[in-house]
């Protein structure tokens, strides 16, 4: 394969990437690689190892439509089943001819009809489209708290867990209250001889179990296919239902939220319930989904926190309240930046960076283009639906809209095709009105939220995202043949 003169360049080799470079291959379209920063495949479940670690949908909808997956131990499958997974059906296809290892993409620009992306050994590749499967969490957020770097014990993020860090019988503290840190605080509960949880923000419980599939079920499955597959139906049904029913106000809403406020009158003292009590929406911020962490909060060895932070010292964590919390391990549950979506540069055809031209807000087309960026698409970018349906659906629909108008532009001999800004104005119009009235403008702070304060989200049904763009809309795009 010529590398320099590729058809397609796919940043990222995680569940969207991979998903990419498969429909890319059915369809016969051989010059494209995925350029991947790190050593192995996988994204997030690559990067996640932190004990307790699930996925928050369950996994016969997390899993792509066309590689079910009867051998799922969990209905939330752990991380590093999710991850061989991947690492399972990159190899069916072959994928590792595709990929570049150990490659970082520092810049990407438009120039002269095609992509020209460095890598960060300074090697220049040129492609004719860039498909952005970078994902939305990616780069780790690091508390800005003073005396951080000056923790004598051992510190880490979540996404970057130690695994030569003894944690038995240890002190251990752990920044957040996010899905990640209520996955993790029941096993390092039983681990640590006291566990300390920095509180900030109360969250909102919705308790789901996590059954364990049986021998005989998964067997069912593995010699009935089609069970797999309507398993998957059924919960995407439920899910993509759900989900959009709960972001109106109405009956389903009110169900979700008394759910939420049930599950936390489970706690019994009633002090410790006070201090676990959100000030906002159930809903309003990621729902987090967990049977155990309350009862885990209300063990003997664990403290619940809501002094806030003042500084970190040599032996712990101080509290505003003047108290010092001794601890050996510090665990920083503290989520990622929302904002940095990939590359530091992706300059497009008029000189305009990603980042200038998402100053004001992040706004895309339909989640998938941008006016001044010709060739370029986004996979579970900006403005996709999220909430705790599957972003592997989502990207399925995306990644076949894309694929289309490859297609079409290899077809008809076009050059380029670029989104117009007014049909992007529309589309910004309509979410904003959509906003209106929905679960994420209650008032809370919320990853989902973007520079300007207004939720990054696909504010209608999973139903009607995979309806929009089921066929490319031509007539908002510029398509051009080359001078
Ligand atoms: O991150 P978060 P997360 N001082 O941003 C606190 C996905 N996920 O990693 O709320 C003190 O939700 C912060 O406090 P506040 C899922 O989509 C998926 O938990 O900002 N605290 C908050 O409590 C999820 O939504 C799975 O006041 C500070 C926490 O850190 C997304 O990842 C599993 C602080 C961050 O919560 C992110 O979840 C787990 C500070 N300076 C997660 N800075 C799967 O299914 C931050 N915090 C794959």
């Known amino acids: 394969m010529e590398r320099n003169d590729l058809e397609v360049a796919i940043i990222g080799a995680g569940m969207s990437g991979l998903l990419m470079g498969i429909r ?56 590093p089943e999710i991850q061989a997974y991947f690492e399972r059906v990159a190899a069916k296809y072959d994928l590792d001819r595709y ?24 090697e220049e590749i040129r492609a004719k489209f860039l498909v952005m499967a970078t994902g939305p969490l990616h780069h780790k957020h690091i508390p800005d708290i003073p005396g951080l770097q ?10 970057a867990w130690d695994h030569d860090v003894p944690l038995e019988g240890r002190r251990i503290g752990i920044i957040g209250t996010g899905s990640t840190a209520v996955q993790a605080v029941t096993p390092l509960s039983k681990l640590a001889s006291q566990l300390t949880i920095f509180q900030r923000t109360a969250q909102w419980i919705y308790p789901i179990g996590n059954v364990a599939y049986t021998d005989a079920q998964r067997a069912r499955k593995r010699r009935f296919p089609l069970l797999s597959k309507l398993t998957r139906l059924w919960y ?12 109106k106000e ?42 155990d962490f309350y009862d885990s909060v209300q063990k003997k060895n664990v403290h619940l926190e809501v002094s806030h ?25 503290t989520g990622f930046d929302p904002h940095a979506w990939g590359v530091e540069q992706v300059v497009g055809a008029e000189g305009r960076s990603l980042a200038q031209a998402w100053k004001e807000g992040t706004r895309t087309y339909r989640s998938i283009a941008m006016p001044g960026f010709p060739n370029l698409f986004f996979l579970a970018g900006p403005q996709c ?74 504010p209608w049904s999973a139903r009607r995202f995979h309806r929009d763009l089921a066929r490319p809309d031509y007539a908002h795009y510029q398509l051009r043949r080359a001078a």
């Open 385 to 458: 639906p999220l909430g705790n349906i599957s972003v592997i659906d989502v990207s399925e629909t995306q990644a076949d809209y894309i694929l289309r108008t490859i297609q079409k532009l290899d077809r008809e001999g076009f050059e380029s095709i670029e989104v117009t800004r007014e049909a992007t104005e529309a589309f910004n119009q309509s979410v904003k009105e959509a906003m209106k009235g929905t679960l994420w403008v209650t008032g809370c702070k919320s990853w989902y939220l973007d520079e300007s304060g207004d939720p990054v989200l696909w």
């Open 99 to 122: 990929i570049e290892f150990d490659t970082e993409i520092r810049d990407a620009r438009y120039q002269a009809g095609a992509w020209t992306i460095e890598t960060q050994k300074g």
């Open 150 to 159: 000056s923790f004598a014990g051992a510190a880490f993020h979540t996404a």
């Open 309 to 333: 932070i003042h500084q970190i010292e040599p032996e712990g964590v101080r509290t505003e309240d003047g108290q010092l919390h001794e601890l050996d391990v510090l665990v920083l549950a």
């Open 24 to 79: 890319l291959q059915q369809a016969g379209i051989e010059r494209f690689r995925i350029f991947e920063k790190a050593s192995r495949i996988g994204g997030t479940w690559r990067e996640n190892t932190y004990p307790g670690l699930t996925c928050d949908v369950p996994s016969f909808f997390y899993s792509y439509s066309f590689e079910t997956n009867p051998d799922w131990s969990h209905r939330f499958a752990p991380g």
């Open 250 to 291: 109405g009956f389903f809403r009110r169900r979700l939220q008394q759910g939420c406020k049930d599950h936390l009158a489970t706690v019994a003292d009633p002090e410790l319930r006070r201090k676990l009590t959100p000030d906002y929406e159930p809903g309003c911020k990621r729902l987090v989904m967990s049977t």
């Open 236 to 247: 995407k049904q439920l899910f993509e239902a759900s989900s959009a029913a709960v972001v």
